[in-house]
């Protein structure tokens, strides 16, 4: 049963993704990693960000699926 | 050919600044420690290169992009970029990086350790980030001998050029060790001045001060240089390494294979000690060192010759910047022919009656040829471990 709401965990990965680097205007849900250059490095970050706080595992595989900031965003509430 | 210079020192950001704070007799030293309290990441580089990169390797970016800036190649690399090498030396790498990282896997678990922790800390970080800001192709590597490193890196650079295996090599050295664990590394070697005063070749000597910081160069092969106009502002004429193969961190204190390095230098070069103008001591203001350098100096040069170079250390306004230390110097010993000026050793006041070179106390002196030549000048560096290395740089 998901205890965090869809805006809780897109604040969380927006703040996240841009403390990496990227311009926080530019870090939308369709934005790409591609286009945020955010690399395999970072998602891994990210996995770890998201363990500590949600208790949510993200495996390399479930991170190689991901295109856009809202596929991983969703990918966190489905598991959360 | 040296082309660019930069640094990032205890006195400031740019090697003008490192140059015309020692020359006025200026320290960076602050509670026993030469911390660059002006360098802030930002300024010089981007959130994800700043936290990409330990300590170490931002000194390494900045300095480097300030040397590659003056040798002209802000617009574009003069060269193939497969033919511009890279070498980067540091002492210990990214050690802050361990320090945080072993924390986080202590407070929160292995697995919460950052997939940046290796790529932080590697010795070669250094080196890559250099070569992937700017691109450069070529040969790229770190160089790791302690003290010795950013003499090492010149030299091996100065052979990748002769060799033909590159047409330029960016090369320097990069240190930030100012950390709890550093401190206490070094401290319990007692190898760190329990006064916080770095007073080379003094008779109160008592050890050396840490520092941390970086300097880079860019070197040109001379003919490609010529052919592009480059700006000339010094040259690298001769290299010599040797081993003490002696202790692991005490120097071997006839100063025979250190004596042996500025023999092979001077060799290298085609000079005799008749045609060198200045020293540009490795000085680290420890009882052993300042001892074996200045034996080793007066083996090499003779001592009667010996006694006529000034001999200065930059390590008596910065501190003693490890694996950066031979790079600054180089860079700093460039600028002292460049200007023919002579800085002083700082704080050098009450001679020890064991070493008696003219160690340059007080102030600033111009730098003298006696028959109008180019000046000429060695700098030193020696290492725990036992590496022995001396540059031979010629003014233009």
Request: net charge negative.
């Amino acid at each position: 049963m998901s205890t965090v709401t869809n805006e809780q965990v897109e604040a969380r990965v927006v703040e996240a993704l841009a403390s990496f680097g990227p311009d926080p205007s530019q870090i939308t849900r369709d934005a790409t990693f591609e286009e945020l250059d955010i690399d395999s490095l970072d998602l891994v970050e990210l996995a770890q960000i998201v363990e500590d706080e949600y208790g949510v595992v993200l495996k390399g595989e479930d991170m190689k699926e991901l295109k856009t900031v809202g596929d991983a965003v969703d990918l966190i509430v489905s598991r959360a | 050919m040296i082309t660019g210079l930069g640094t990032v020192t205890p006195l400031g950001v740019g090697a003008a600044t490192l140059h015309r704070r020692w020359a006025a007799g200026e320290s960076g030293i602050e509670d026993g420690s030469g911390a660059c309290r002006d360098f802030e990441p930002k300024d010089h580089l981007s959130v994800k290169e700043a936290r990409r990169l330990d300590r170490f390797s931002q000194f390494a970016v900045v300095a480097s992009g300030e040397a590659l800036e003056q040798a002209g190649w802000s617009e574009g690399l003069p060269y193939d970029s497969l033919r511009i090498g890279c070498v980067i030396a540091t002492g210990i790498g990214g050690i802050e990086t361990v320090e945080i990282q072993h924390d986080v896997m202590r407070d929160k678990g292995a697995k919460m350790v950052s997939p940046l922790g290796v790529p932080q800390y590697m010795p070669n970080a250094g080196a890559a980030a250099v070569a992937m800001k700017h691109g450069l192709q070529g040969q790229m590597y770190g160089v790791v001998s302690a003290c010795s490193g950013g003499a090492h890196a010149i030299g091996s650079a100065l052979r990748m050029i002769q060799y033909g295996d590159a047409d330029a090599v960016v090369t320097g050295g990069a240190e930030a060790t100012l950390t709890e664990f550093g401190f206490a590394c070094f401290n319990s070697m007692q190898a760190l001045s329990p006064t916080g005063v770095s007073r080379p070749f003094d008779a109160r000597r008592d050890g050396f001060v840490m520092g941390e910081g970086a300097g880079a160069l860019v070197l040109e092969e001379a003919d490609a240089a010529a052919e592009r106009g480059a700006t000339v502002l010094a040259e690298v004429i001769g290299y010599g390494s040797t081993s003490d193969a002696y202790h692991l961190t005490a120097p071997e204190p006839s100063g025979g294979p250190a004596s042996r390095a500025i023999e092979l230098a001077l060799g290298d070069a085609g000079l005799t000690p008749e045609d060198i103008d200045y020293v540009n001591a490795h000085g680290t203001s420890t009882q052993l060192n300042d001892a074996a350098e200045t034996a080793a100096l007066k083996r090499a040069l003779g001592a009667e010759r010996a006694k006529q170079i000034p001999v200065s250390s930059t390590k008596s306004a910065i501190g003693h910047l490890l694996g950066a230390a031979g790079a600054v110097e180089a860079v700093a010993t460039v600028q002292a022919l460049q200007h023919r000026i002579v800085p002083p050793t700082l704080n050098y006041e009450v001679p020890d009656p064991e070493l008696d070179l003219d160690y340059v106390p007080g102030e600033a002196r111009p730098l003298s040829t006696g028959n109008g030549r180019a000046p000429v000048a060695i700098s030193n560096s020696f290492a725990f471990g036992g590496h022995n290395v001396s540059l031979v740089l010629r003014g233009v």
